[in-house]
């Protein structure tokens, strides 16, 4: 377990403003060194005055209490009470020093203090304020001194020290005042320049995060908002006509009525964001400017800035950033903003890429997919139209079966299916089996996954190892292409002969002259051409009907 720690001089409270917390700590280097520095003064006036131990050491106590109870007050937030505690204490320093102890330089240095820190912990009234007492005190001590009532040490003397006195702790405070302005301002914009760098840091650690072009919009205007202490923030992205200028995320709950809304602004119309997404500039207007278009969902904006996302030359939408303060936006903070936009852009140009990545991957998946049914049913197609062709192939030739036999030399025409044949036709797949001190390789003809037939190879002594049925199998896929091939062959050469006999056919009937010569000639030529028995041809009414020719031809 860490264990804690507590050290005075570091500021353990949470102060929101980092001014406030920077005089936190002013405060508490303060109490450090008066703690240090007046426990020495006690003890060296102590011992110079001639002062009992006891005395010294209660007063070293109850400064010691006081700055315990400053300390406190820090801790816990009471940053202002704790700063008058501080001036106060100075206050009652310079008085002790003047009405007490007659001392005037060291009561002037006191007070000079205490303005210092009025103007560097309070601000310039308290400062003012803080002189106006000093001065007072001064000018009462030296009314006393004049009248006898008080009497001051050599060092201090009514006729010139109380106007140096006077003059310098007016000095004091108006340079206070011009340092304390000065350094507010400092840290003004140094707190503006870290919360640019801080929101600049987590929209650049969102660009590394993948997540959803909204979501990340969303947080982008919620952290500008949180980050700036923003009245309203929001994006509007162009459409594909670049015409419109649509929202897509905004803050709050009025940023939820506007996006169900679908509020969106015209390219170039009287309003900032159509300016800005017009003109691709940076524009900034106040609620009196006659291009500030106001919102009723939005009563408080005094200021707007449209800030344009862009990406190389290509506008893709507009930063929008409202404030509730006239003048709110410096030149720092714009280009701060301008800065955010353009990271902003950089993110939003990304994900559009992936985004588009992404479809055209998705159309080519869908692309392939498709192409890969479409070859899966030409190639069904094609297994089923090469089964049939070779049915028709073979019943063409009055055969169910085409087979071979070569034994002892001598090739034998044989039709009839062994067991290994048949089971090679059945599984599609290669067998080796043993017939007494024989091997027999059996292997299916495959052609586009339509089994053809089968091949079985045996012999005395012979081993069909892996390469022997390797070459086997090249072998008979090879046959499977040959045999198809002269299958097309032979289709081929009955239908140019087909194609022949049409047209001698053909070209004997336009010789006829008359037609029942056609007819009788068309009887001849078909019995001829199909090898028929009888051809008979009948042209006109069946049974002699009305309307009907009852001529006929016969060949036989």
């Excluded at 209660?58 to 001036?87: C, D, K, M, P």
């Excluded at 840091?201 to 909204?214: C, N, Q, Y």
């Excluded at 509020?263 to 009196?288: F, I, K, M, P, Q």
């Amino acid at each position: 377990m860490k264990r804690f720690q507590f050290h005075p001089y570091q500021v353990h409270y949470l102060y929101r403003d980092p001014v406030d917390r920077q005089r936190a700590q002013w405060v508490l280097s303060i109490n450090v060194v008066l703690c240090a520095m007046l426990t020495i003064v006690f003890v060296v006036v102590g011992a110079f005055l001639n002062l009992l131990p006891p005395v010294i050491a209660s007063i070293i106590g109850v400064f010691y209490v006081l700055v315990g109870l400053n300390i406190v007050l820090v801790q816990t937030g009471r940053l202002r009470l704790a700063s008058y505690l501080i001036v106060g204490f100075l206050i009652v320093s310079a008085s002790v020093n003047i009405f007490g102890l007659g001392r005037g330089a060291t009561a002037a240095l006191a007070a000079a203090l205490a303005i210092m820190a009025a103007a560097a912990l309070l601000g310039r009234a308290e400062a003012a304020l803080t002189t106006a007492i000093g001065v007072a005190l001064f000018v009462v001590g030296a009314v006393l001194e004049a009248r006898g009532v008080l009497l001051m040490q050599s060092s201090f003397k009514m006729e010139t020290q109380p106007i140096f006195v006077v003059g310098m702790l007016v000095v004091s405070m108006l340079f206070q005042r011009l340092f304390s302005g000065g350094l507010e301002q400092s840290l003004r914009r140094s707190v503006n320049t870290a919360a640019r760098l801080r929101a600049t840091a987590e929209v650049s650690k969102a660009i590394g995060e993948p997540r959803p072009l909204d979501e990340l919009l969303r947080r982008t205007v919620a952290m500008i908002r949180e980050q700036f202490g923003f009245y309203h923030v929001q994006v509007f992205l162009l459409d594909d006509e670049r015409a419109y200028a649509a929202l897509r995320a905004s803050t709050g709950r009025v940023g939820r009525r506007l996006l169900t809304a679908g509020h969106r602004l015209g390219v170039g119309s009287r309003s900032v964001v159509g300016r800005a997404a017009a003109l691709n500039e940076a524009v900034l207007a106040d609620s009196t400017d006659p291009i500030y278009q106001p919102n009723p969902l939005l009563p408080d904006t005094r200021t707007e800035l449209a800030l344009p996302l862009q990406t190389g030359e290509s506008l893709i939408g507009v930063l929008d950033v409202q404030s509730t303060d006239r003048d709110a936006f410096t030149p720092e903070d714009i280009t701060g903003l301008q800065t955010l936009a353009n990271q902003l852009a950089v993110t939003v140009g990304r994900i559009h890429s992936l985004e588009e990545t992404q479809r055209h991957l998705d159309e080519r998946e869908r692309l392939l997919t498709e192409t890969q049914a479409r070859l899966a049913e030409v190639e069904r197609l094609n297994r089923r139209l090469t089964g049939q062709a070779w049915q028709g192939y073979l019943s063409g030739r009055g055969e169910e079966t085409v087979g071979f036999d070569w034994e002892a030399g001598e090739l034998h025409e044989r039709h009839v299916w062994s067991s290994g044949l048949s089971a090679v036709m059945g599984t599609r797949e290669m067998s080796l089996r043993r017939e007494g001190d024989r091997q027999v390789l059996a292997l299916p003809i495959v052609l586009r996954d339509t089994a053809l037939g089968a091949v079985e190879l045996s012999g005395d002594g012979v081993n069909w190892d892996q390469n022997a049925q390797e070459l086997a199998q090249e072998v008979v896929n090879r046959l499977a292409i040959a045999l198809d091939s002269a299958r097309l062959f032979e289709d081929s050469q009955r239908l140019a002969e087909r194609e022949r006999l049409m047209n001698e056919v053909t070209a004997r009937l336009q010789g006829a002259s008359d037609m029942p010569g056609m007819l009788a000639l068309a009887a001849q030529e078909i019995r001829q051409a199909l090898k028929a028995r009888a051809v008979t041809v009948r042209f006109g009414g069946v049974d002699g009907q009305a309307g009907g020719l009852g001529n006929g031809h016969g060949a036989e």
